[in-house]
């Protein structure tokens, strides 16, 4: 039962599909998560209970979307996308954590960590043996999102190898470096942090910046005196034993997203203004025209491009497609922890889903491209992510 509880929670929270039967998978994990559901009533409804919000919300979101689309020509992608990554995950969430309780499970995040770190060590092999790799991504489609520019990535079992995944392996990175235990947890860090960088870059900043926050703000001036020398230490080694060399074409990725960030924020000229920022900050803020799209959008989802162009910034294709109605109810359950975390005055976690949301949700559509509604409400259930948890950041999250 354990090893179908880590097989089941590796499934559910990468969420990989078969692209050519994504619509058969997703029936699937809804099938076994009632499954599990109905026959765990007990556990489920004090689940259903703690997760009344997020149940409440989903489902006004699920008939907003609906009437959109069969009343107002909304596009359907939407409809088809929050079913099957927000309501089916929101199954996944309940099903999840009655496995936990059945198989006597004692830390979530514990698991969490060996979970992501053996997903991590599976895109370390595929990217060694890229022929497998890209028989992995000619079947979950990410083939089909890739270009000239970022051949470089996509290394995974998982969807969305290049929003959703990384976001997963970032938190999970953190909570492994703050929160982790053992001897060995250094090499679990490097290996998921690794995973990140050969496939996204903007879950590497937001990695960078919750280890900031934590170390700046919440954490001994020992401690982050002690995660600099590491890092300088792990520097060293990196570029004197040729690790570097290796695997150039990966860090080569990352080094161009520096350069953008400094072009646009320092007035260098690394990129010439060929960087991604510009587009960012130019063409791909597209704004509701009026009144009546502010409040209740114009049904057009911009990320494939429409008559008024295309966009793949979050914010501007959630105004856009069902204004702030349709934004207001798809951020809600993260709105809900926020508001519970800001008046619990549980100032880390509430920083790091701020500035996921942030960052996130402006490098593209976080609440339909990822899973991480999924990863917060998980936490909220099964790590009393609003109570002891904080303090367990707090006061046992230490440099060892």
Known sequence: MVLFYYIYFYLVLFYPVIEAYSGVNVIIYLFIALLIIATHQKKFKRDYRNLKFANVSLMCLIIYVATQTLFFNGDVVVLKAAFKVLIVPLANVYSLSCLFKICNRKDFLQDLITISTVAAIVSLLLYLVPSVAQTIR?????????????????????????????????????LCLIKGRGKFKYIQFILIT????????????????????????FSSFKNTMKLILYVLLGVVLFVTTGVYERFADVFNFVQDAIFMISDEFFGTSYTNGFGHFSGLMDSFLIWPENIKEWIFGHGNYMLTGSQRGSSDI???????????????????????????????????PFLCVFLTVFLLNWKGDMFLQTNFVFLTLSLFLNTDFLGAYENNFRYNSRIQ
């Open 138 to 174: 000619d079947l979950t489609g990410a083939t089909a999102q890739l270009n000239n520019d970022i051949r470089d990535r996509g290394y995974g079992i998982a969807s969305s190898l290049f929003s959703g995944y990384p976001l997963i392996q970032a938190w999970c990175a953190f």
């Open 314 to 348: 979050g914010f501007i294709l959630q105004l856009n497609y069902g204004g702030i109605v349709y934004l207001f109810l798809i951020s809600y359950p993260l709105l809900y922890l926020m508001n519970k975390l800001y008046k619990n005055k549980r100032w880390e």
């Open 194 to 217: 690794f995973s990140i960088i050969l496939n996204a870059r903007t879950s590497l900043f937001l990695l960078i910046g919750m280890i900031i926050l934590h170390y700046l703000m």
